[in-house]
Nanobody
Framework: QVQLVESGGGSVQAGGSLRLSCAAS????????MGWFRQTPGKEREGVAR????????KYADSVKGRFTISHDSAKNTLYLQMNNLKPDDTAMYYC???????????????WGQGTQVTISS
């Protein structure tokens, strides 16, 4: 059973940076499609970034391109999201997701982490 545990959220001012981590355990070696999503109250969860762990290929939402970087350390079974030049609109609960394959550009039938809150003040 795969488990994902996020960490690294917090509160920073606009223009600041945070790095989120997502540690995977269980049958994590077969998680070829991993990504980060975010959600604010009353809105649907949206994909932020995705990485194919076997190739390093990445995909980003237009709203975060040039500011966020997704990466994966296979030795540590850990997914990262480096977030720079943060904006108040980035405030959300961030979730790690992982699946054996992608669908629609993001993990299909994913396992979800519990989420970590990111709050950006202006």
């Amino acid at each position: 059973q795969v488990q994902l545990v996020e960490s690294g959220g917090g509160s920073v001012q606009a223009g600041g940076s945070l790095r989120l981590s997502c540690a995977a355990s269980g049958y994590s070696s077969s998680l070829y499609c991993m990504g980060w999503f975010r959600q604010t109250p009353g809105k649907e969860r949206e994909g932020v970034a995705r990485i194919l762990t076997y190739s390093g290929n990445t995909k980003y939402a237009d709203s975060v391109k040039g500011r966020f970087t997704i990466s994966h350390d296979s030795a540590k079974n850990t997914l990262y999201l480096q977030m720079n030049n943060l904006k108040p609109d980035d405030t959300a609960m961030y979730y790690c997701a992982a699946g054996r394959y992608c669908s629609g550009g993001y993990p299909a039938n994913p396992t979800w982490g519990q989420g970590t809150q990111v709050t950006i003040s202006s």
